[in-house]
Nanobody, 125 residues
Framework: LVTLAESGGGSVQAGRSLRLSCSAS????????MAWYRRPAGHDSCELVA????????YYENSLKVRFTISQDDVKNTVYLQIDSVVPEDSGVYYC??????????????????WGRGMRVTVSS
C-alpha cells in the first residue's frame, strides 16, 4: 500500500517559481509511473499536467511544457513539479498519482491506482 503526501503548495505571487513535492511511503515507487494532475480554480474539470515514466522519460501537456518540469528522486521516493513564472491560471488543486501498471496521457483523473489528497495553489497577480 502506497500513501502519497503532497507539499509545497500555498499562495505565491505571479512571476515566481514554485516546487511541489509528493512523497510516497509504504512501498518503493521507482518502478512506477508518476504524474501530476490539477483541478484549475473555478473549474470542475481535472487535467493531466505531466507524467514521469518508470524509465525516467517525461510527458507534458502541450500548453504546460514550457514552464513545468516533473522530476523524481528515487532515493527519497519523491516526485516533484517545478512551476516557473507562475500565472494566476496556474491556481487550483494539484494532485500526484502513482501507478505501477502505467499512466498514459489519456488516463483520466482518479484512475491511477494511488492518488494524493491534493493541495491548493493560489497565484496572485
Amino acid at each position: 500500500l502506497v500513501t502519497l503526501a503532497e507539499s509545497g503548495g500555498g499562495s505565491v505571487q505571479a512571476g515566481r517559481s514554485l516546487r511541489l513535492s509528493c512523497s510516497a511511503s509504504g512501498e518503493r515507487v521507482d518502478d512506477s509511473d508518476m504524474a501530476w494532475y490539477r483541478r484549475p480554480a473555478g473549474h470542475d474539470s481535472c487535467e493531466l499536467v505531466a507524467i514521469i515514466y518508470s524509465d525516467g522519460t517525461t510527458y507534458y501537456e502541450n500548453s504546460l511544457k514550457v514552464r513545468f518540469t516533473i522530476s523524481q528522486d528515487d532515493v527519497k521516493n519523491t516526485v516533484y513539479l517545478q512551476i516557473d513564472s507562475v500565472v494566476p491560471e496556474d491556481s487550483g488543486v494539484y494532485y500526484c498519482a502513482v501507478d505501477r501498471a502505467g499512466i498514459r496521457p489519456s488516463t483520466p483523473c482518479l484512475h491511477p491506482y494511488y492518488w494524493g489528497r491534493g493541495m491548493r495553489v493560489t497565484v496572485s497577480s
